[in-house]
């Protein structure tokens, strides 16, 4: 009676340990992937902000051409 008693104690210690244990590494996968959706998210800013930059500036020379032809033009009339 004791000895299966002694037995059944043992194997659920052990299960229970399996299930810490998994538990630990399951929690270091989320972690990961957390860390992976942030640093993903935060490369998709950093993209959006530099092609908002870049439109920016593209848009300032462009504005700057269209001047320059127009004075251009007025001297051209005069």
Do not use: H, I, W, Y
């Not at 957390?34 to 462009?62: I, P, V």
């Amino acid at each position: 009676e004791r000895k299966g008693e002694r037995e059944r104690e043992k194997r659920r210690k052990v299960e229970e340990e399996k299930g810490r244990r998994g538990g630990k590494r399951q929690d270091m996968r989320e972690r990961e992937g957390a860390e992976r959706r942030k640093d993903f998210a935060r490369s998709l800013r950093r993209r959006s902000r530099d092609r908002d930059r870049e439109r920016a500036l593209g848009d300032r020379e462009r504005l700057t051409d269209r001047d320059q032809n127009r004075s251009s033009k007025r001297q051209k009339t005069k």
